[in-house]
């Protein structure tokens, strides 16, 4: 479903907003550092996580105000927000039709991705960044999978502060490697589905403007989980960590054409590889939910030459409602029916259509 209104208030930039965007291009303009990105972040908030930033809670409050920030949208006609309170920064609030609910409880309404610049150097960068960019994959078509994410990250974290204490308790701690290996199986086999499903959408789509990949899962594979903890304590215990398990996952990407790994690739080439991925994953999301997901590019023209930028242009074009960022209006040129928004100073005017 689409967001037809966007309220924000004490967030980052903006201590008051209001935004009634249509159902497809939503289309941001303006100088570099006047809030494009905040909008985008502020969207993001309205699934499971810390957003597209990863930041802190207590940074996305404005500077000045009392601490605490909220962010509402419209969905035809359920209403969603988010935010904190004054007393605690750091803990997320949310409430649905005005009820409170749990914060994994966002992924059941919405499915949002996000390319931001940052995510140019996600092949070449950590294991753990690109485990992440693949969970937000799975949690688009698995709404599930965040109770499962944090439920295993939370016996983890206690199996390891037992396994850093004087006469560790072997009863507790086998009850802790037991959840992570209920939850840690929920998430490797979760993975597993959304790499496949995500393969033979790629397969099936033709060559063109944009380099195609092909995905993969490295780093551990299923197993007796409950064995290798048990067997791992004293290894563990030195390393102050967990060393067997889904959380050590890795996503392989190959370049398709050149069969070559993708953090070889030219900057360019990783792009176009990049956004590949994110549009084969928004068909698959389509088919399986129903709608398509929402998408947020941000400044993902710029760094596009004139032929791949009108192609993705194409390709989005129909695809649900898509947010896009640009320092200048002129890069969406070629686009058509838009809702069109000039951002400064922490307000979005709107611009005509």
């Known amino acids: ?58 940074d996305m409050a404005r500077l000045g105000s009392s601490g605490a920030f909220a962010v509402a949208a419209r969905l035809a006609e359920t209403d969603i ?9 750091e803990r997320r609030q949310v409430r649905i039709n005005g009820v409170p609910a749990a914060v994994n409880s966002l992924s059941d309404w919405l499915a949002i991705l996000w390319l931001t610049p940052a995510m140019d150097r996600l092949f070449s960068g ?22 499962h994410a944090s439920r295993y990250e939370a016996a983890m974290r206690a199996r390891n502060k037992v396994l850093a204490g004087d006469n560790p308790d072997p009863d507790w701690l086998a009850a802790l490697e037991q959840a992570m290996a209920e939850h840690g199986a ?50 563990d215990a030195a390393a102050s960590r967990a060393t067997e398990g889904p959380h050590r996952q890795d996503l392989i990407v190959t370049h398709v054409a050149k069969q070559m790994p993708a953090a070889q690739s030219s900057t360019g080439e990783q792009k176009a590889l990049l956004l590949g991925l994110v549009l084969a994953h928004a068909d698959v ?16 023209a710029a760094h596009l030459d004139p032929k791949r930028r009108a192609a993705l242009f194409r390709r989005l074009e129909g695809r649900g ?23 400064e100073r922490g307000q979005a005017h709107v611009l005509p259509s």
């Open 1 to 58: 479903m689409p967001v037809s209104r966007l309220t924000l208030s004490d967030f980052r930039s903006y201590a008051d907003a209001l935004i009634e965007p249509g159902s497809g291009f939503v289309l941001l303009s303006g100088d570099n550092g006047a809030g494009k990105t905040n909008l985008l972040e502020a969207v993001s908030l309205l699934t499971p996580g810390r957003g597209l930033r990863g930041a802190p809670l207590s």
């Open 81 to 89: 927000g988010t935010g904190t309170l004054p007393a605690a920064p």
């Open 126 to 147: 950590s294991a753990g960044d690109r485990r992440r960019f693949l969970d937000r994959l799975v949690l688009a078509l698995e709404p599930g999978h965040a109770h």
């Open 186 to 235: 929920a998430l490797g086999e979760a993975r597993e589905r959304t790499v496949q499903a995500l393969n033979g959408q790629l397969t099936a789509t033709p060559d063109g403007d944009f380099a195609r990949a092909s995905i993969a899962l490295d780093g551990w594979t299923k197993g007796d989980l409950v064995s290798a903890l048990r067997s791992s304590r004293g290894r």
């Open 285 to 300: 999301v389509a088919e399986r939910r129903g709608s398509p997901p929402i998408l947020l590019l941000d400044e993902v």
């Open 321 to 343: 409602q898509v947010w896009m960022t640009a320092t200048e209006a002129g890069l969406f040129d070629g686009i058509g029916p838009a809702s069109r928004f000039h951002v």
